[in-house]
C-alpha cells in the first residue's frame, strides 16, 4: 500500500510538470558552496537560495534545473525535506542538451512576488561534452573548440548557464535547431536574474601531485581565504556577482604561471610564455589610452589562458578566458583595452557597459592602424545583428506597432544588441560631435545616476558636452529599434558659379526606419572630398559642395553607420 502510494505521488507530480509554469520562478539570491576533485571531473555543491515568484499568480511547484551530469541530493524547506521529483528534461541552455529537473511540492503557495528560501545539495561530473553542437551537424572536432567547459585533472574551466548549469536555473527549454529559441530563453532568464546577488565559495579538495600548485579563479576580484592546510593553500576562493546584470559566473583552475601587474592578473599556462608576454608589454599603452578616454580603472582585470589554442574567448566581468598560445600584440592590446574599459567605467545599463567598451577596442585599433583599420573591425559586428535588424524593417513596412518589434538598446539584453550595434550607436555619436565633447560626456558619467529611472541620461550628457540637440538620434537607436537606414544619392547637379568655380549638388536619400548622420565622399579629378549630412527616416537631404576638379563618382557611407543594403551606395556620375 506504501508503494502504490509512493507511486501516485511520484506519477502526480511528474504530470504536474507538462503543465508547469517553469519560468514563474526567478533565483533572487545564491549563496553556494561548491567543491571540485579534479582528478574525478566531480563537482559538489551545497547552500542556499531564495526563489521569488514573478509570474502573475500565486506557485507552488517549482521546477530547479542543473545540467544532466549533475544529480540532486537534497531539497529542504525551512529545514525540513522537501518533496520533489526528478526527471530528464532537454534543453541546449547546457553544454550536455539536457537537463536534470527536479519538480519541487513547496510546503505552501508563494504569492506573487513572494519569496521562499531552499536549501540545497547536488553532486556530479562535468566532461568535456558538446553533444548540443554535434547533434545538430557540427564536427566534433570543430564542436569542442566552442564547448571548452570541464573539469579536468590538469586544468578546469566552467562557464555558467548558457554553457553549463552547474548552478540551479529555472528555464524553459531551448533547442538549437529551432531558430533563435536558445537565445530567446538564456535572454529572458538573464533580464530575469539581472538583478540577482550570487555569492560562491569555491574549494579545490586535496588530490593530485604534492608538488602542483593550481590557481583556482573565479573573477577578477576574487578574495582567498585561510587555508586548512598548507596543501591547499591558495586553493579557496570567495566570488560575489552583485548583481548578476550581464555577468556569467565562471571558474577555472589550472597550473597558471602568474605573471600579474597591478591592474592585471595575469595567469597563463606553461608553453604559452611568449603570448603571456605580448599582454604584458601590452598593458602601458592600452592603460594610457583608456585612462585619457575612460578615467583610470578602479577595479583589477584578469585574463587566463585557456588549454586549447583554438578555443572561443569568453568573458564574465573583467575575466577573459582566451588562449595565449598566439604571439598576437594587436589582439593582445584590443582585449586588454576592453577589460579595462570595464573598470573604469562600470554600468548596470548593457549597451552602456559593453557597448563602450566594444567602441573602445575600435578607437584603439583606429590609434593604431588608422580609420579603415578601425572601421573592418567594426564591420565584424554589423552581420551580429543585421538579420535581426531586417526582419525590424519588414515589420515596420507592414504597419506592426513599433512597440511590439525589436530590441530597444536602452532595455535589451541581448548581447547582439548591447555589444555589436551598441559599439556603432558610440562610434556614430563619436563621429557626430567629435572627441573632446566625446571625452566629456563619457568622464562625466556616472553609474549610480544612470540608475535613475530616467533613460535620457546619457543623451543629456552627450548633449550638453556637444551643446546639439540629439534627441532624434536617441530615438531611432537607442530608445526605439527602428531598424537600419538606407541611404542611396537620389540627385546630383553639377553646376559653375558666376566666378567659374566648379560646384555640385548633391541629394541623399534615407529609405530606411532610422536616421542618422552619414560621410559621403565625392570624387573628382585629382582627388576626393568627404563631407557630412544629416539624413532622417524616411526622407531627404541636399547640400552643395565646391570642387577643384570634375566629379565622377560618390560614394555615400565609409562604413561608420550600419546599413540594410550596402550596394546601392555607389553613384557614377555621367560625362556633361
Known amino acids: 500500500m506504501k508503494l502504490l502510494c509512493f507511486l501516485c505521488v511520484v506519477f502526480g507530480l511528474a504530470s504536474t510538470a507538462w503543465a508547469l509554469e517553469r519560468e514563474a520562478f526567478t533565483i533572487a539570491k545564491y549563496d553556494l558552496e561548491v567543491r571540485l576533485e579534479p582528478e574525478q571531473r566531480r563537482l559538489g555543491a551545497r547552500g542556499k537560495i531564495t526563489l521569488r515568484n514573478d509570474s502573475a499568480h500565486g506557485q507552488k511547484i517549482a521546477a530547479l534545473q542543473i545540467s544532466s551530469s549533475l544529480n540532486w541530493r537534497s531539497i529542504r524547506v525551512n529545514g525540513k525535506p522537501a518533496q520533489y521529483v526528478s526527471q530528464p528534461y532537454i534543453s541546449d541552455i547546457d553544454h550536455t542538451g539536457a537537463l536534470s529537473e527536479a519538480i519541487v511540492t513547496l510546503p505552501a503557495e508563494i504569492k506573487p512576488k513572494d519569496s521562499v528560501e531552499l536549501e540545497i545539495g547536488y553532486e556530479g561530473v562535468i566532461p568535456l561534452d558538446a553533444t548540443r553542437l554535434t547533434r545538430i551537424g557540427v564536427p566534433e572536432e570543430i564542436a569542442k573548440h566552442s564547448s571548452w567547459d570541464q573539469i579536468g585533472p590538469s586544468f578546469t574551466a566552467v562557464r555558467g548557464a548558457g554553457y553549463v548549469a552547474w548552478y540551479p536555473i529555472t528555464t524553459e527549454s531551448a ?33 593530485g601531485s604534492v608538488d602542483a600548485t593550481p590557481t583556482l579563479l573565479c573573477g577578477a576580484e576574487a578574495k582567498s581565504s585561510s587555508a586548512e592546510s598548507e596543501r591547499d593553500r591558495g586553493l579557496r576562493v570567495e566570488c560575489g556577482w552583485s548583481p548578476l546584470g550581464t555577468v556569467t559566473p565562471t571558474f577555472a583552475m589550472a597550473e597558471y604561471v602568474d605573471e600579474s601587474k597591478a591592474p592585471l592578473k595575469l595567469f597563463s599556462l606553461a608553453g604559452h610564455e611568449a603570448g603571456a608576454a605580448t599582454y604584458s608589454n601590452a598593458l602601458e599603452p592600452a592603460m594610457k589610452f583608456v585612462t585619457g578616454w575612460f578615467g583610470q580603472p578602479i577595479a583589477p582585470i584578469a585574463i587566463a589562458d585557456l588549454a586549447d589554442p583554438r578555443s572561443t574567448p569568453f568573458e564574465s566581468g573583467t575575466l577573459l578566458m582566451a588562449s595565449m598560445a598566439a604571439e598576437d600584440s594587436k ?58 535588424e531586417k526582419e525590424v524593417a519588414t515589420a515596420l513596412s ?55 529611472k530616467d533613460p535620457k541620461y546619457v543623451e543629456q550628457l552627450v548633449e550638453s558636452a556637444a551643446k546639439r540637440d540629439l534627441g532624434w538620434f536617441f530615438d531611432d537607436w537607442v530608445y526605439r529599434d ?21 560646384m555640385i549638388t548633391v541629394t541623399l536619400e534615407n529609405l530606411g526606419s532610422a536616421g542618422a548622420e552619414v560621410p559621403f565622399t565625392i570624387i573628382f579629378e585629382g582627388g576626393e572630398i568627404t563631407k557630412r549630412i544629416e539624413v532622417r527616416a524616411k526622407g531627404t537631404a541636399t547640400t552643395r559642395v565646391e570642387l577643384p576638379g570634375t566629379a565622377s563618382e560618390i560614394v555615400v557611407n565609409d562604413g561608420s553607420v550600419p546599413e540594410i543594403d550596402l550596394t546601392n551606395n555607389v553613384f557614377k556620375i555621367s560625362a556633361q
Open 175 to 207: 533547442d538549437f535547431s529551432e531558430g533563435n529559441s536558445l537565445f530567446e530563453v538564456a535572454d529572458r532568464w538573464t533580464v530575469r536574474e539581472a538583478g540577482s546577488e550570487f555569492r560562491l565559495a569555491l574549494r579545490r579538495l586535496q588530490g
Open 331 to 388: 589582439l593582445a592590446g584590443i582585449n586588454l583595452v576592453h577589460e579595462l574599459v570595464h573598470s573604469a567605467l562600470p554600468s548596470s545599463r548593457p549597451w552602456v557597459y559593453e557597448g563602450l567598451a566594444h567602441f573602445a577596442e575600435a578607437m584603439y585599433r583606429q590609434e593604431q592602424g588608422g580609420r579603415q583599420a578601425a572601421l573592418d573591425l567594426l564591420g565584424l559586428h554589423r552581420a551580429a545583428f543585421l538579420d535581426s
Open 398 to 452: 507592414k504597419n506592426v506597432e513599433q512597440k511590439s518589434v525589436g530590441q530597444p538598446l536602452a532595455s535589451t539584453f541581448d548581447e547582439t544588441y548591447y555589444r555589436s550595434k551598441a559599439a556603432y550607436v558610440w562610434w556614430m555619436l563619436r563621429d557626430m560631435v567629435g572627441d573632446d565633447a566625446m571625452k566629456q560626456a563619457i568622464h562625466k558619467y556616472r553609474a549610480e545616476d544612470d540608475n535613475i
Open 482 to 502: 527602428r531598424g537600419l537606414p538606407d541611404f542611396h544619392v537620389q540627385a546630383v547637379h553639377p553646376w559653375m558659379t558666376e566666378k567659374g568655380a566648379q
